[in-house]
C-alpha cells in the first residue's frame, strides 16, 4: 500500500487534533481527556465493550484521576498483536490552552503551551482505529494504550500490567516531532536527593556556633563539578548527563527565611542520566561523595557537621534496539514505502517506550508533528501530522 492508496481522511484527522487539544488534561488530571477519547472511538464504530481503563493509577504515588486507558480490536487477519501507544497527559503549562490553525500549523494563543506533546499521538491512534474500521482494512489483533502521568515521571507506563497488553509483540509509540524520526533507543534516569540539617545561629552576633545547610551545598554542588559529575559527562567508563533541579527548603519555601539567620536546612534534587544504568548511578554516587566531603568541610566552633542525608533511585531504565529487531524493521519497511528515508535517533530523554520495552515489548517512537514542546511557542506542524498518520495506519496493515 503506498502513501496515495492509503485512504486516510485529512479533514477528519485533523478535527480529531483540534479536538483533542482544545480539551485540558495536565499530568495527573487526565479523566476528562480520556472522556474524549472513548466519545471519538464510539463515535468511529469501537464497541464499548473494547474500551476499559487499567488500575494502574492505584499504584503511582501521586493523585491520577484515572488508569490506562486500553482498546482491543480484533484481528481481521492472523498475525502478532500490534501494540499503538501514546500518553493522555500535558504539561501544566497547557492549562488553559486555546488552540487555532494558523496556515499549516497549529498553535496555542501565546500564553500557554499547546499540548500536541502528545495530543498529536492521541489522534493519531484514533484515527489509525477510524480508518481500519470505516474502510475494512485487514489487520492483524491491535491494542491501543494511551498512558497517564508520562510527563511527570512515565508512571502510567512504568506501572502497566504488561498481562493487560494481551501478547502484543511489539509497539509504535507516538511521541515525537519528524515522520522521519525513528527513536530506538533512550537513556536511563536515576534521581538523586539529598536533606542538610544545618544548625541556625545569629548570623552577626555568633556566626561561627552555626552550620550553613547552604554553604554545605554549595560547596558539595562546586566539588560535584570540579569532578566532573554536572552537565555534560565523559569518563573513560562512561558518559552522561547531571542537572540540579532544585535548590530549597521546607515544602517549596527557600533554604533559609532571612539574611541574618545562618540556614539550617535545605534540600536539593537533581538527576543523572545516561545510556547505561550502572553510570547513572555512578554519575548519582559522584554527588553523594562529593556531599560527604562538603559535609566534613563546614564545621561550627565545636567541630561539629551537619547531618546529611543523601538517597538515590532509578527512575527509569535504558534501552536500546537492534536495527535488525522486527518492529524496527516493519516501521524502516513502513517510510520507505511512503518515500520517508528514517533517521535513526536514541534519545536523550526519557519515553514511554523505556518501560513498555522493560515490559517486554520491543517499542520504537514515531513522530506526528509536535514541535517546540513544553513552550508558548509550541505548535504542531500539520503535514507531519499527516505523515505521522499514514504511518500509523501503513504500520497497522503491513504483511509480516
Not at 492472523?78 to 488552540?99: E, I, M, N, Q, Y
Not at 495530543?119 to 482494512?137: D, S
Not at 566532573?228 to 527565611?257: E, L, Y
Request: hydrophobic fraction near 40%; charge should be negative.
Amino acid at each position: 500500500m503506498s502513501s496515495s492508496q492509503i485512504p486516510l481522511n485529512v479533514a477528519a484527522a485533523e478535527d480529531h487534533l483540534m479536538r483533542f487539544l482544545s480539551v485540558e488534561g495536565v499530568t495527573g488530571q487526565e479523566a476528562n481527556i480520556a472522556a474524549a477519547v472513548i466519545d471519538a472511538l464510539k463515535a468511529v464504530g469501537v464497541p464499548e465493550s473494547a474500551i476499559r481503563f487499567d488500575d494502574a493509577n492505584s499504584r503511582i504515588p501521586l493523585p491520577t484521576e484515572t488508569g490506562n486507558l486500553i482498546v482491543d480490536l480484533p484481528g481481521t487477519r492472523p498475525g502478532p498483536r500490534l501494540l499503538f501507544s501514546t500518553h493522555l497527559d500535558t504539561v501544566p503549562l497547557c492549562a488553559g490552552v486555546k488552540p487555532r490553525r494558523e496556515g499549516d500549523r497549529i498553535v496555542s494563543d501565546g500564553t500557554t503551551a499547546l499540548g500536541g506533546d502528545a495530543r498529536t499521538g492521541v489522534a493519531v491512534l484514533v484515527v489509525v482505529a477510524e480508518t481500519l474500521l470505516k474502510n475494512k482494512l485487514p489487520h492483524p489483533p491491535i491494542t491501543l494504550l494511551f498512558t497517564v502521568r508520562e510527563e511527570s515521571g512515565l508512571h502510567g507506563a512504568r506501572e502497566l500490567n504488561p498481562a493487560d497488553l494481551n501478547g502484543a509483540v511489539m509497539c509504535i509509540n507516538v511521541d515525537g516531532q519528524s515522520a522521519a524520526d525513528l527513536i530506538i533507543g533512550a537513556v536511563g534516569q536515576e534521581n538523586w536527593e539529598v536533606e542538610i540539617i544545618g544548625r541556625a545561629s545569629h548570623a552577626g552576633v555568633a556566626p561561627d556556633k552555626g552550620i550553613s545547610a547552604t554553604m554545605v551545598g554549595a560547596i558539595a554542588l562546586a566539588e560535584a563539578r570540579k569532578e566532573g559529575w554536572f552537565g555534560k559527562i565523559v569518563k573513560s567508563d562512561g558518559r552522561g548527563t547531571s542537572n540540579v533541579g532544585i535548590f530549597g527548603g521546607k515544602g517549596n519555601t527557600p533554604a533559609g527565611d532571612a539574611t541574618n539567620v545562618v540556614t539550617d536546612y535545605a534540600f536539593i534534587k537533581g538527576e543523572a542520566r545516561s545510556p547505561e544504568s550502572s553510570f547513572a548511578t555512578k554519575i548519582a554516587e559522584g554527588y553523594k561523595q562529593a556531599f560527604a566531603k562538603a559535609q566534613a568541610e563546614v564545621t561550627d566552633h565545636e567541630g561539629d557537621t551537619a547531618k546529611v542525608t543523601f538517597s538515590h533511585k532509578a527512575s527509569y531504565p535504558p534501552f536500546e534496539l537492534g536495527k535488525d529487531t522486527p518492529i524496527v524493521k516493519r516501521a524502516a519497511k513502513a517510510m520507505q514505502i511512503l518515500g520517508i528515508e528514517p533517521v535513526y535517533i536514541f534519545s536523550n530523554g526519557g519515553l514511554d517506550a523505556n518501560w513498555l520495552d522493560k515490559h517486554g515489548v520491543p517499542t520504537i517512537t514515531i513522530g506526528a508533528g509536535q514541535a517546540e514542546i513544553h513552550t508558548i511557542k509550541e505548535y504542531v506542524n500539520l503535514t507531519e501530522f499527516e505523515k505521522g498518520c499514514r504511518l500509523g495506519v501503513l504500520l497497522a496493515t503491513l504483511d509480516d
